[in-house]
């Protein structure tokens, strides 16, 4: 949560414990939503999620319009004159979903993405160290308390390695090359 909250420049706040105040608000706005746009279409059938989507805008439409019944004004109104002029711009970027584990770094300089069974390098001075790694779909981060000593493209390949060279010890460099194991080796 405070990945996201921090991506869309906002503090997400928890209900309060011990005496909810805020429940029966919350439950009220989701009767009211259900009453007002769900209840109305059960009795229609869509043949694509466009169709839905446009049935329950509709429905939202005319729920926002709806004038209040203590206080004057509607919804929609009450929005675009006190919420509307406050509001920032997304960012441009989607958010990704990130993901936290610990790991413990391996003798062969490697922590385990246990999800994927995947091993990714780290330096290899950090042996026996337990790692914090953030992780999205497309990225696996490791991090020393708050100092980021590993950046990988996230890999799917179960029991495999994704290594960097630089996290290597001079020793298993030497072996690597000498073995003629690099990227042109590959390549050739």
Do not use: C
Request: no cysteine; glycine share 2%.
């Amino acid at each position: 949560m405070e990945y996201m909250a921090a991506h869309y420049g906002t503090t997400i706040v928890t209900a309060r414990v011990r005496k909810p105040r805020d429940k029966a608000s919350v439950e009220k706005a989701v009767d009211l939503a259900y009453k007002s746009i769900y209840a109305p279409l059960r009795d229609q059938t869509f043949h694509s999620l466009e169709q839905l989507n446009a049935a329950v805008r509709k429905q939202l439409d005319l729920l926002n319009a709806q004038p209040f019944k203590v206080k004057s004004g509607s919804r929609k109104q009450w929005f675009e004159a006190d919420e509307k002029p406050v509001l920032k711009e997304l960012p441009s970027s989607a958010y990704l979903i990130r993901k936290v584990t610990q790991s413990k770094v391996q003798r062969n300089y490697h922590v385990i993405l246990g999800e994927d069974r995947h091993q990714y390098s780290v330096p290899y001075t950090l042996i026996g160290k337990r790692l914090k790694i953030i992780y999205t779909t497309d990225t696996v981060e490791v991090y020393d308390n708050l100092l980021r000593v590993a950046l990988h493209k996230r890999s799917y390949r179960k029991n495999h390695y994704t290594t960097i060279a630089q996290h290597m010890p001079a020793n298993h460099k030497q072996v690597t090359q000498q073995r003629g194991w690099d990227d042109e080796y590959f390549l050739r």
